[in-house]
C-alpha cells in the first residue's frame, strides 16, 4: 500500500511540477530571445548613429582615423560653442522675463494706488459740495428768517 501511494504522489507531484518547468524555460527562452532581439537593435542602432555622425560632420570622405578625430574635435566644440550661446540666450531670454514680470506688478500696483486716490479725492469733491450745498441751505433759512414778515 505505501509503495501505491508513493507512485500516485510522484504521478501527482510530477504532474504539477512538470507543467510548471516547461513553462518557466518556455518564459526564460522568450525573455532571452527579447533580450538577445534588444541587443541587436541597440548595435543596429549604434551602427546607424556612427553612420549618420559621419555623414553630418563630413567625416566619411577623409582618408585618416586622425583627421577624422581631428574633424569630430573641431565639430564638438563648435557644438560646445553653440550650446554655450544658447543656454545664455535662454539665461538672459528669463532674466528679461522676470524683469518684465516685476515691470506688470509694479505698474498694477502703481495702478490700484491711483485708483484708490481718485476715489479718494472723488469722495472729497462729493462731501465739499454737500457741506457747501448744506451751508447755502442754512444761510437761506437764516436770510429768511430774519426777514419781517
Known amino acids: 500500500m505505501h509503495a501505491l501511494y508513493r507512485k500516485q504522489n510522484a504521478f ?3 504532474s504539477i511540477y512538470i507543467p ?3 513553462y518557466i524555460y518556455i518564459f526564460l527562452q522568450s525573455d532571452d530571445k527579447k533580450e538577445e532581439k534588444k541587443e541587436k537593435e541597440e548595435e543596429e542602432d549604434e ?3 556612427i553612420a549618420m555622425v559621419l555623414d553630418k560632420f563630413s567625416l566619411s570622405g577623409l582618408p585618416s582615423a586622425e583627421e ?3 574633424q569630430a574635435c573641431l565639430s564638438l566644440a563648435a557644438a560646445v560653442r553653440a550650446n554655450l550661446a544658447l543656454r545664455t540666450e535662454a539665461a538672459e ?3 528679461a522675463r522676470d524683469k518684465a514680470e516685476r515691470k506688470a506688478d509694479t505698474l498694477q500696483n502703481l495702478s490700484q494706488a491711483l485708483r484708490s486716490q481718485v476715489d479718494l479725492v472723488r469722495t472729497e469733491g462729493e462731501l465739499r459740495v454737500r457741506e457747501e450745498t448744506q451751508k447755502r441751505i442754512e444761510c437761506s433759512k437764516a ?3 430774519s426777514l419781517p414778515v
Open 12 to 14: 501527482l507531484l510530477i
Open 20 to 22: 510548471i518547468y516547461i
Open 93 to 95: 531670454a528669463r532674466e
Open 47 to 49: 551602427e546607424a548613429l
Open 143 to 145: 436770510f429768511q428768517a
Open 68 to 70: 577624422r578625430s581631428r
